[in-house]
DNA sequence: CAATCTTGTACAAACGTTTGTGCAAATTTT
DNA sequence: AAAATTTGCACAAACGTTTGTACAAGATTG
């Protein structure tokens, strides 16, 4: 069964390929087609198999229906749930996804980038993975509309969708303040990247808020090696800290192993928050506190954003940022 | 910026377009295209910021660089690790993936399949979701190649590659009745799914040879809810199970929190052991024991056939069941 | 120096759509 | 019944590539 294109259908119904297309592609009323030609159209589209090719379609009209998601890991659930979402959202908009991850590595970004563009993507939706945007913002110049989601740039004209990083690690400081600590150790994420850099200032700020000024941050990846590596160097200190607050759950996993390895409890031993909630985390030893994101909604209104600009072609950027919850669970001990 | 194409680097070179396309393509030998020539064109499509458009390309020839990766859903960790592997090692062979989850619906699996067709994608790798086949046998019918994982049709000649499932289910509950259980309650996923299927026997036929001949098995989903309602059910009963088989990761995670909610421990009150690895078992309140698949093995066999078979459209059907590995923690309990 | 071979390049068709325009036939209006 | 309008459809160009073929100029051979 080879595929059937628009001209078998024409020379089987005797119409006209013009008339095919224009039945087919949903322009039947607008170019007149009569109520007859119409029922042979679909009908011997139907008995042919007829599946529209849309590499010839979009080649004529440079429409490709197609968006692309960059983010930097599949394997991180929270950007696989952002992924799962956009997907999903898309695909009810007649979108097809490319989905790609960067492996947390700029040069695999901008390959894929390349790669994308070549594919001729109506949108892009990234999670960027360094603090080069030039990039990103070329995509954008070539007019095709781009959003930011969970990390961006805050001086650029690139929409963004993010959580309020700097009132979630504000509080969840606070917090910690409140339960009598005051040696807290922040394992942070790329340093270069906006939401570590606000989460970063959340925590000094209310530490300093607090009269501490003792403010100890540690680290400089969002990975699974770096929460270990630096959990593990933090455990030879003389005086350790009596809280840790991680910037990510990938962090947070790798301080978990290196605080089971060190046979260190929590949170009799040592208090932990984390940014990022999975549901894994209620079943921990210690069920975990977390700043939770929306990714919901983060995703929801990217999706959003991206489709309206692709329709409307008004470049007023919106940078928005939405509201993080705190989830309490049994990770922090009030001390003193 | 305009797109560049290879008419503009024709003119501004002076070439044909036929000798830039030769060029660009890598074929510049082949048609004995002179040194400076290339030079010129490589130059000029450098200046230009030229990008091959791939819908014309493909168009011309059939091809379309894209592959389809179809998973039952992108929030389950399993399959966002087999999506992440396939994702970057077909990358290594300059294909896209396109990624979809069919949400456990069939429906939406069919449908998406549609679509992927219509964009001449050369090859497929499916977690069918369903006991339905048709749809992907015609996939193949058509010439695309197609490989199943995890899950697969028996007697169909789609190739597959998956774990031998009845293996692991066998050893897992041998190990449970080694450790002196008998009442073993198994929750199980999709019935009709092939890898459902074998586990329960393999399940099963451990039991029986154990001489035990009161086999419970429940459920009927492959997901969250239904490992907390079938858990929920189990605690009801006037006697309850000493040990539980869950049959995926998902089920597992509903169950631990049915257990938590009753105030149930594991693995004083009650043994657990699940189909499914992932590093966060490793952190839970009790480590938690499974049968890990060799993820990564299955996503690059997959990989490596799926190319082969676009190669050589030699139509051997392979079909191949790798060894889990049993992943002994914590959570079962020698009892009597 | 004619015949042959090699080298380097260009012409033009084709892939499957979409769409501006044109033009009969049917219908309505005058 | 002629003129005007509407209805229904087709022609042909275009999108950006790839590729079979053709062909001139230079190099090699006899």
Same mark, same amino acid.
């Given at each position: 069964? #080879?595929?059937?294109?628009?001209?078998?259908?024409?020379?089987?119904?005797?119409?006209?390929?013009?008339?095919?297309?224009?039945?087919?592609?949903?322009?039947?009323?607008?170019?007149?087609?009569?109520?007859?030609?119409?029922?042979?159209?679909?009908?011997?589209?139907?008995?042919?198999?007829?599946?529209?090719?849309?590499?010839?379609?979009?080649? &004529?009209?440079?429409?490709?229906?197609?968006?692309?998601?960059?983010?930097?890991?599949?394997?991180?659930?929270?950007?696989?749930?952002?992924?799962?979402?956009? *997907?999903?959202?898309?695909?009810? %908009?007649?979108?097809?996804?490319?989905?790609?991850?960067?492996?947390? *590595? !700029?040069?695999?970004?901008?390959?894929?980038?390349?790669?994308?563009?070549?594919?001729?993507?109506?949108?892009?939706?990234?999670?960027?993975?360094?603090?080069?945007?030039?990039?990103?913002?070329?995509? #954008?110049?070539?007019?095709?509309? !781009?959003?930011?989601?969970?990390?961006? %740039?805050?001086?650029?004209?690139?929409? $963004?969708?993010?959580?309020?990083?700097?009132?979630?690690? $504000? =509080?969840?400081?606070?917090?910690?303040?409140? *339960?009598?600590?005051?040696?807290?150790?922040?394992?942070?994420?790329?340093?270069?990247?906006?939401?570590?850099?606000?989460?970063?200032?959340? %925590?000094?700020?209310?530490?300093?808020?607090?009269?501490?000024?003792?403010?100890?941050?540690?680290?400089?990846? %969002?990975?699974?090696?770096?929460?270990?590596?630096?959990?593990?160097?933090?455990?030879?200190? =003389? #005086?350790?800290?009596?809280?840790?607050?991680?910037?990510?759950?990938?962090?947070?996993?790798?301080?978990?192993?290196?605080?089971?390895?060190?046979?260190?409890?929590?949170?009799?031993?040592?208090?932990?928050?984390?940014?990022?909630?999975?549901? $894994?985390?209620? $079943?921990?030893?210690?069920?975990?506190?977390?700043?939770? #994101?929306?990714?919901?909604?983060?995703?929801?209104?990217?999706?959003?954003?991206?489709?309206?600009?692709?329709?409307?072609?008004?470049?007023?950027?919106?940078? !928005?940022?939405?509201?993080?919850?705190?989830?309490? &669970?049994?990770?922090? &001990?009030?001390? *003193?």
């Amino acid at each position: 069964m #080879q595929k059937a294109s628009i001209t078998d259908i024409a020379e089987m119904t005797g119409l006209s390929i013009t008339t095919v297309s224009r039945v087919l592609s949903g322009k039947a009323k607008q170019y007149r087609i009569g109520k007859q030609s119409q029922e042979k159209v679909r009908e011997a589209a139907k008995k042919l198999h007829y599946v529209p090719n849309h590499f010839a379609a979009n080649l &004529r009209t440079g429409k490709s229906s197609t968006l692309a998601l960059i983010i930097p890991s599949l394997n991180n659930p929270f950007f696989a749930g952002i992924a799962s979402e956009i *997907n999903t959202e898309l695909r009810k %908009f007649n979108y097809i996804t490319i989905i790609s991850d960067s492996d947390e *590595n !700029v040069e695999i970004e901008k390959m894929e980038l390349l790669q994308m563009t070549a594919r001729n993507i109506e949108g892009l939706i990234i999670v960027p993975c360094g603090d080069q945007w030039e990039h990103i913002k070329e995509i #954008q110049d070539q007019g095709i509309p !781009v959003v930011c989601i969970d990390r961006y %740039f805050e001086d650029l004209d690139i929409p $963004y969708i993010s959580t309020d990083n700097y009132e979630g690690a $504000y =509080k969840a400081t606070q917090y910690l303040i409140g *339960n009598g600590h005051s040696r807290i150790t922040c394992i942070q994420g790329v340093q270069t990247s906006t939401p570590n850099r606000l989460r970063v200032k959340g %925590f000094t700020d209310a530490m300093k808020e607090a009269g501490h000024e003792d403010i100890n941050i540690v680290g400089d990846d %969002f990975t699974f090696q770096n929460g270990y590596l630096e959990t593990k160097l933090l455990l030879q200190q =003389k #005086q350790r800290p009596t809280a840790i607050f991680t910037l990510s759950n990938t962090i947070a996993m790798g301080c978990m192993k290196a605080l089971k390895e060190e046979n260190i409890h929590v949170p009799n031993d040592i208090s932990l928050i984390t940014f990022d909630d999975h549901p $894994y985390l209620d $079943y921990l030893s210690t069920t975990l506190s977390c700043i939770a #994101q929306p990714v919901s909604d983060i995703s929801k209104i990217a999706v959003k954003f991206l489709l309206s600009k692709i329709q409307n072609k008004d470049i007023n950027t919106s940078q !928005v940022l939405l509201k993080p919850s705190m989830k309490l &669970r049994d990770s922090i &001990r009030k001390i *003193n």
